[in-house]
């Protein structure tokens, strides 16, 4: 017992000596974590900060009348150029890029900002959307090869349905109807019987 005290006096001297001899490193290193902490805080505070814009500047895009597409095009601009790392950046431009297409025809700006979401979107979903988008407009455009890679980009369990059914087009263009007839059953077993989805694939499918 008495060695046990003994010891831990020794070790209470040591520690004392240790820590007089490094005062000015032991101060450093606790004035760098309070400055880390307080980072910390502050970057967490501006992110939520930045993200309760962002969902302001979103439920206003969705409020806005749909024929307005300039207004549609600001706040879509906005939310890409200053809210990048929130997820309602890539939201508003798939949002956006479905009001133009359709309205207009496609052209360089759609494409761009579905790439833009393909790379940068925070949500799998979002990013598989933004791809099938792409696999769309390259299979209109006969870019049969273009099309195939966007469509090996969808990667969502949610979005298989509409992988296969791209590729079932893809398929019939080249004119592979038995690989065609059994992409399309793919996707039709993808969706529920009753979605409009899949009558429509089934429609493709009665029609080959």
Known sequence: MAQDIENNSEQLEKIKEFAQRNKKLLIGLVVALFIILIGNDFYKSKQEQNTGEASQLFQK???????????LKSIADDLRKNYAN???????????????????????DVKDRLQWVSQQAIEPSIKSLSVYYLGL????????????????MIKTKGFLGFKFDLQADIAKKEGDTDKAKELYAKAISSFSPQSDFSRVIEYKLQNL
């Open 61 to 71: 895009l969705l409020i806005s009348k749909m024929t307005d597409t300039e207004n």
């Open 86 to 108: 929130t997820p309602y950046a890539a939201r508003a431009q798939i949002i956006y890029v479905k009001t133009i297409l359709k309205n207009d025809s496609i052209d360089e």
């Open 137 to 152: 407009i390259s299979l209109s455009e006969d870019d049969l090869e273009k099309a195939k890679q966007f469509s090996e």
